[in-house]
């Protein structure tokens, strides 16, 4: 099993395969527009715009489990995205990221990358995944982690897959 079995649809309705981002790092993020959080889009842009050329990509998976923090439509998000924060990474329809329904890609990788004492669940909005060229998951970082803290870490994936 690799992360590039699976398949997401975008925020425009496409379907997407994970194998067209073969060869490049990757960071998949749950997000939503009406959390905490939320102003972490800017920083996951600035990330975005400084490392795409160097074999980066972002993954934005709208999340509405918690709190009700994402309750518009695709439309709504995307345009909210760009308008405030200026998103230009890729975004995908909304999900579920715990339970039953959870997209099977998030399943996969709580799996590979559990959170804090092994926890599987995904605890809140923001949660990131760090996938190295390979598509191996690397690290998981909390809510609360900026993401300026994955830079070290994504930084030494990019120079390794170069």
Not at 68 to 76: A, D, F, R, V, Y
Not at 110 to 139: M, R
Request: charged share 25%.
């Amino acid at each position: 099993m690799s992360i590039y079995e699976f398949s997401a649809q975008t925020i425009k309705g496409e379907t997407v395969s994970l194998e067209e981002y073969r060869g490049k790092v990757l960071v998949i993020v749950n997000t939503a527009s009406k959390c905490g959080f939320t102003p972490q889009y800017k920083g996951l842009e600035a990330i975005y715009k400084k490392y795409q050329e160097q074999g980066l990509e972002i993954l934005g998976f709208p999340c509405d489990q918690f709190g009700h923090q994402e309750p518009g439509s695709e439309n709504e998000i995307s345009e909210f995205c760009e308008i405030n924060f200026g998103v230009t990474f890729p975004l995908f329809s909304k999900v579920d990221v715990n339970g039953g329904n959870a997209h099977p890609l998030f399943t996969y990788l709580k799996d590979k990358a559990p959170g804090l004492l092994g926890s599987k669940g995904i605890k809140w909005n923001f949660t990131k995944f760090l996938v190295d060229a390979e598509g191996n998951v690397v690290q998981r970082f909390a809510p609360k982690d900026a993401p300026e803290k994955l830079i070290k870490p994504m930084s030494k994936l990019l120079k390794e897959s170069v």
